[in-house]
């Protein structure tokens, strides 16, 4: 279950943030410049996103991840964690 979504200015939309309200989760998501009304966000908690960019940069470092060459979902998955046992724990 989905407590929070951490997204970036892009994600701006009234009807994504009712909708993740509506599902239990809340937006950490900051409002756009040209919002008339300022949005809230928990700011502690949007700047744990910077730590997920890197790890999906980390793992597009890897060619056969980054431009899935694989038919089957299995063999891409089993990639993908060759990939990040690499990247994370070596």
């Known amino acids: 279950r989905m407590r929070y979504l951490l997204a ?37 908690r949007y700047r744990g996103r910077h730590l997920i960019e890197n790890a999906f940069c980390r793992l597009k470092d890897f060619r056969r991840v980054a431009t899935r ?13 060759i990939a990040t046992a690499l990247a994370f724990w070596l």
Not at 69 to 81: E, I, M, P, T, W
């Open 8 to 44: 970036d200015k892009g994600y701006d939309a009234d009807r994504l943030r009712r909708s993740l309200r509506d599902a239990g989760a809340v937006p950490v998501i900051p409002g756009r410049r040209n919002r008339k009304r300022v949005i809230r966000y928990d700011k502690e």
């Open 69 to 81: 060459y694989d038919k089957l979902a299995a063999n891409f998955l089993s990639g993908v964690a």
